[in-house]
């Protein structure tokens, strides 16, 4: 199943906003969730990637 996995490289800043500390910022309340929402139920299935070079 794994070679089925589509490859996706995302921006180095997406992994910070899961593990960031609680904002009063509402954007940055739902970019933590969203990102959190993802890593929690749909990264496992793509293959991640994030550049070394960034």
């Given amino acids: 199943m794994e070679e ?3 490859s ?3 921006e180095s800043t ?4 899961a593990t960031a500390r609680e904002s ?3 954007l940055n309340l ?3 969730a ?3 929402d993802f890593w929690d139920n749909y990264r496992q299935r ?6 070394q070079d960034v």
């Fill in 4 to 6: 089925n996995r589509k």
């Fill in 30 to 32: 739902l970019r933590k």
């Fill in 24 to 26: 009063a910022n509402a």
């Fill in 8 to 10: 996706v490289y995302i």
């Fill in 14 to 17: 997406i992994p910070s906003y």
């Fill in 34 to 36: 969203q990102t959190r």
């Fill in 46 to 51: 793509y293959k991640l990637y994030v550049s």
